[in-house]
């Protein structure tokens, strides 16, 4: 499996915050996020100022222009921030018993679909009207991290055939998948139960032009 994920950047990306290393500024920093994110529960990114986060986070605008130069640039370090959960949760186990890579894969796309229907802030950044070009790209990278975390659970627990640019297939997956919710939210403002169906049978459609239908487990090989 991947190490755990840090809070750095992915490697090779063009720096444009500016990122703490002192405790105390860092904690200052994250709580800007964390004012950002209880904002986008009830608001909508426009809606948001620097002065509108310099009150809910209680600290002054400058302290905020420190790090950031607009509320544009607020956003995608809270982006950045919501994205390391989903690379996060495979350090946990899969929520729930599979049989097959289509279970395993559900079950870890169920997680994902309810964290967003449960964080509006979530919705609104990376799937709704707040979705602009610099974090659609930072979303394209972190959709390499999490590809790359779920082709690795997935060859823990089943027998793959070698076969090459998996990590691209899982990526293009991801973005398939992407599109259907964000036309969801857009749409109802939840991902709701039809559109996860179809974003379902669309995930497993494309997986299947390059895996069989069928993977051995792993542990059914050694109990052989």
């Known amino acids: 499996m991947a190490r755990t994920p840090s809070s750095a950047p992915p490697a090779g990306r063009k720096q444009l915050i500016r990122r703490p290393r002192q405790k105390r500024s860092e904690q200052r920093f994250e709580a800007i996020l964390d004012a950002a994110e209880v904002l986008l529960e009830r608001l909508e990114p426009a809606e948001i100022s620097i002065y509108t986060l310099a009150e809910e986070a209680g600290i002054t605008p400058p302290s905020i222009y420190h790090f950031f130069s607009d509320s544009g640039q607020v956003f995608i370090a809270l982006s950045e921030r919501i994205h390391l959960r989903f690379v996060a949760a495979f350090d946990s186990p899969p929520p729930g018993e599979?049989?097959?890579?289509?279970?395993?894969?559900?079950?870890?796309?169920?997680?994902?679909?309810?964290?967003?229907?449960?964080?509006?802030?979530?919705?609104?950044?990376?799937?709704?009207?707040?979705?602009?070009?610099a974090i659609r790209a930072r979303d394209l990278e972190i959709d390499r991290q999490v590809a790359l975390r779920s082709l690795a659970e997935l060859q823990h627990h089943f027998v793959f055939p070698d076969l090459p640019e998996l990590v691209e297939r899982f990526t293009e997956l991801l973005v398939i998948n992407d599109a259907l919710w964000a036309l969801s939210v857009h749409r109802h403002d939840t991902i709701t139960d039809a559109y996860e169906e179809q974003a379902r049978r669309a995930r497993e459609a494309y997986t299947r032009t390059f895996l069989p239908e069928y993977l051995a487990r792993r542990h059914d090989n050694k109990a052989a």
């Open 98 to 133: 599979f049989r097959s890579w289509q279970e395993l894969m559900s079950l870890r796309f169920s997680e994902g679909r309810d964290y967003y229907n449960r964080h509006a802030a979530a919705r609104r950044l990376l799937l709704g009207s707040g979705l602009s070009a």
